[in-house]
Each structure stands twice: as structure tokens, then as C-alpha cells.
């Protein structure tokens, strides 16, 4: 069965999709077949592996929207696309997913779950199923993928306001628990951030004093590679896996397996 982590935050720009690229790149490069799923209307991950015209081109029930149509009779096996690298699958959103980003979908009833049933059905063909959120907390995207998901991590830049959007993460965690009790939290992690910034260092201390170990120990830098990796269209791994942004990526994602691990040990301990 498939570990599936939601990454998700409360304000765009924090380095959400561009994590879920490299964080799954490097999954798959061990090995591990990795599915990625696009819950946010933007689709850009989706471009990223099919192109802008490969996804313009969707029929809505080869997309992730089909799951939330009364509509349509959704097949997982449209919804699972192959990418042109080995071990990497996406399931696509596009412009179909807009008409679904409806505010407080914690009243919408059963339409809550359906990822969560599309991600049991796929669960046993994967690794690892990744699933890159809308940039906004409050919404029915990342609500069901929270519902969705085994884990759930957050990138946040060491800026004021995107330390100021937490409160919203804790709440719609809270919430989706409801529903999901065996979500976990495994924390927060620092992107883009810069080096020999003042602001930057005060603010990553600031943030660790009060979220100790909610906070992951690998912080991404802000780096070259990285956009150049975009560019080129390929998890930076792939791209260059001698480059320092690549090395440090690949330690936040076998951070994210310690803390998975830890958790379930000390679930079995309970």
C-alpha cells in the first residue's frame, strides 16, 4: 500500500508544487513508482510532467475533476497518466477543477471523500502517492486531500506573512480529522530560503522557538538549479543530482520517511 502525503500550504508561492516535484523525483529515482496527483485548478504540475497543450487537450473525466462531477463515472484507470519518467505517474488537473474550488467544503457532505476512495482504489499499483493542494487551506481540494492523505507536510517561506498563514494549517488539519483520524502532521519545512539574510535567519529562529520540532531540520535553499531544473522540465535530481539543491532535497525526503517511521512507532508503542 501507497504512503500518501499531502503538501499543502495556506498562501501560494511557497514552493508547494516545485517540493512535490523534486520530493517525488527522487522517490522514483530509488525505485519506488510514484503517482502524483494535481488538486489545484492551476494545474501547473500537471504541465510540468504533459505539457500546457498535453492538458488543455484533457477530456474532464481523464482529469482529477471528474471525481468531484455528479456527472461523470469516473475509471481510475484514465485518471493515471504516464510520464517520460520512469516511475513517475501523475493524475492531471486542469481547468475542469475550477467550478470545484468551493469555500467551506466541510459542509458539502460526501463529495468530501472522493479522492480519499480514488486514492484506496490506486493505492496497492504505488510507493508513494503525492498529492500537490491548492494554494489555500479553506478549500474542497485541499480539504478532501487532507481526508485523502496518510500524511500531511507544509512548505513555508521564512517571510512574515507566510509565517502568519500557520493558524489557517492547524485549523483545516483539525478539521479534516474529523473525518480523517489517522492523518498526521509531520511538519513544516523552510523553502526558497536565503542565505546571509538577516530577515530570513530571524525569522526561521522566530518560527523554531514556537513550532520546535514541527519544523524539519533540512531548510531548501533559494537556488539556480532548482529554477533551471523547472526550465528544463525535470525533477532536479534528474536534472543534475550533483548540484547542492538536489542533495539537500534528497534529504528532506528521507526526513520525511524518519518522520514517518517515528510516527509509526510510536503508534505501535501505544
Known amino acids: 500500500m501507497a504512503k500518501s502525503i499531502a503538501c499543502f ?30 488538486m489545484d485548478p492551476q494545474s501547473s504540475l500537471s504541465k510540468f510532467f504533459l505539457g500546457s497543450d498535453g492538458v488543455h487537450g484533457l477530456y474532464p473525466n481523464q482529469t482529477v475533476a471528474s471525481l468531484f462531477d455528479e456527472a461523470c463515472i469516473p475509471n481510475p484507470k484514465d485518471l493515471v497518466h504516464a510520464t517520460q519518467f520512469e516511475n513517475i505517474f501523475v493524475t492531471p488537473a486542469s481547468e475542469h477543477l475550477k467550478k470545484h474550488n468551493k469555500p467551506e467544503p466541510y459542509k458539502l457532505g460526501e463529495i468530501q ?39 500531511a507536510i507544509a512548505p513555508i517561506l521564512p517571510e512574515r506573512f507566510s509565517v502568519q498563514a500557520i493558524a489557517g494549517v492547524d485549523t483545516e488539519l483539525a ?33 523554531r522557538s514556537v513550532q520546535g520540532e514541527r519544523v524539519f531540520e533540512t531548510v531548501i535553499p533559494q537556488a539556480v538549479a532548482v529554477a533551471e531544473a523547472q526550465q528544463m522540465g525535470q525533477p532536479i535530481t534528474i536534472y543534475d543530482a550533483s548540484t547542492s539543491a538536489a542533495k539537500i532535497t534528497a534529504q528532506l525526503a528521507a526526513e520525511i520517511l524518519t518522520r514517518i517511521a517515528n510516527q509509526n512507532q510510536t503508534r505501535r508503542a501505544a
Open 9 to 38: 500550504a495556506n498562501k501560494g508561492g511557497t514552493g508547494k508544487t516545485t517540493s512535490v516535484v523534486n520530493i517525488g523525483g527522487i522517490y522514483a529515482g530509488q525505485g519506488a513508482r510514484t503517482l502524483m496527483i494535481d
Open 113 to 151: 471523500t472522493v479522492l480519499r476512495d480514488f486514492v484506496s482504489d490506486v493505492s496497492d499499483q504505488f510507493d508513494f502517492i503525492l498529492i500537490d493542494c491548492a494554494p489555500d487551506v479553506s478549500n474542497l481540494p485541499t480539504r478532501a486531500s487532507l481526508i485523502a492523505a496518510d500524511y
Open 175 to 207: 478539521r479534516a480529522r474529523d473525518i480523517n483520524n489517522r492523518l498526521v502532521f509531520l511538519g513544516y519545512f523552510l523553502s526558497q530560503r536565503r542565505s546571509r539574510l538577516g530577515l530570513h535567519d530571524a525569522t526561521e529562529s522566530n518560527l
